[in-house]
């Protein structure tokens, strides 16, 4: 390959970024502005002054622009979580891990943008599974699990992908994210955590952590001990396998 063609293949990766970034650029500021119902695929093409055509290259449709824009912020939330989490002091308590960890996507349903993450949380459990925004989205989902999964074996010192903390990991993000996807209509204001503050979150937090613990202090018991099988609780945890073997990720996916 020459020098000029590389050149013009260089000159038209960085036009096509930029042509990307006024997009998004676009795209948010109208979302934000109407709502993703009120904004048609025209009118951020009209704005970002480009054709339809030069449009659907970067974007199949309005869905795939709505969630190229969101999942940047589902991004920042996380990244902003991690920063909490990490500037916590050695001996916090492991439940207010997980809160700053998850918080900043909670605290999404306060903003002006409300409405706007609700529908982004229900395209990423409903959307097409072949559309490659709603694809990237569940990536960055997986590593919010993946990193609370982390933090959960720390604090009990068992391998951060086992069953168990792959299991409680995602049932944080699942209580999470259903509360956010939940209409508007459908939500009682005294019991949305989100607009009642972190009450409620530390609740349920507390309640899946609390159950997480109880079940890794019960098998660190028995494994260091004769393992009691009298009862139908016990057998079936021997049959079914430990909570604490090391699975594949598709296979809690």
């Known amino acids: ?107 999404a349903m306060n903003s002006p943008e409300a409405g706007n993450f609700a529908r982004y949380h229900k395209e990423l459990l409903f959307g097409d599974s072949n559309d490659r925004y709603r694809r990237a989205g569940i990536d960055l989902v997986r590593g919010f699990e993946s990193e609370v999964a982390g933090v959960l074996g720390g604090a009990v010192h068992i391998d951060a992908h086992s069953l168990l903390t792959r299991l409680t990991a995602r049932a944080i993000f699942a209580a999470l994210h259903f509360d956010i996807a939940l209409p508007e209509t459908d939500l009682n204001p005294a019991t949305r955590f989100a607009s009642a503050g972190s009450m409620s979150l530390r609740m349920q937090i507390q309640i899946i952590v609390e159950g997480f613990q109880s079940i890794a202090l019960r098998h660190a018991t028995l494994s260091n001990s004769e393992p009691n099988l009298s009862t139908p609780a016990n057998r079936a945890s021997d049959e079914d396998g430990s909570w604490l073997n090391v699975v594949p990720a598709s296979d809690v996916s």
């Open 1 to 107: 390959m020459g020098p000029q063609i590389a050149v013009k293949i260089n000159r038209r990766e960085r036009n096509a970024m930029a042509t990307r970034a006024k997009i998004f650029e676009v795209a948010h500021g109208l979302f934000s502005e109407k709502g993703y119902d009120a904004v048609t695929v025209q009118q951020i093409a009209d704005k970002a002054d480009i054709g339809i055509g030069t449009l659907f290259y970067h974007a199949s449709s309005k869905t795939e622009l709505f969630l190229m824009v969101y999942n940047s912020s589902l991004e920042q939330a996380i990244q902003a979580g991690r920063n909490t989490q990490n500037d916590l002091p050695e001996d916090a308590d492991l439940c207010e891990r997980i809160i700053a960890l998850s918080l900043p996507i909670a605290n």
